[in-house]
């Protein structure tokens, strides 16, 4: 029993590890669709696209990437974030992103 269970140990160490990296890139979604709402309503509404991006960034990440598009009908703000697990510098990140679409007013 002892055997196996040091067999097994760097594999669940391993697979924790990616779930702990999923779960932290779940909650920076959530955070770019937050972005990405507040800054929709903000530029829907006649902000600077400047304060707009301020907005967005301060809801998020610090490196987050803003894009706002405004015209007659519609303003479109969409979010993204690298997000690279804590412990594993050296690995690949994942791109997350968000788009919120709002009404002009």
């Given amino acids: ?18 779930a702990l990296w999923a779960i932290q890139a779940v909650g920076v979604q959530l955070e770019c669709v ?5 800054a929709a309503r903000a530029a829907a509404r006649g902000e600077s696209l400047d304060r707009v991006g301020d907005l967005a960034r301060s809801v998020t990440r ?28 050296s690995l690949p990140a994942v791109q997350v992103s968000a788009t919120a679409v ?4």
């Fill in 34 to 38: 937050d972005a990405a709402r507040a």
């Fill in 62 to 89: 610090p490196g987050a990437q803003v894009t706002v598009s405004r015209d007659r009908e519609h303003t479109t703000v969409n979010v993204s974030v690298e997000v690279r697990p804590s412990w594993g510098s």
């Fill in 102 to 105: 709002a009404n002009t007013e």
């Fill in 1 to 18: 029993m002892t055997a196996e269970t040091a067999a097994m140990l760097p594999a669940l160490t391993i697979v924790l590890a990616a």
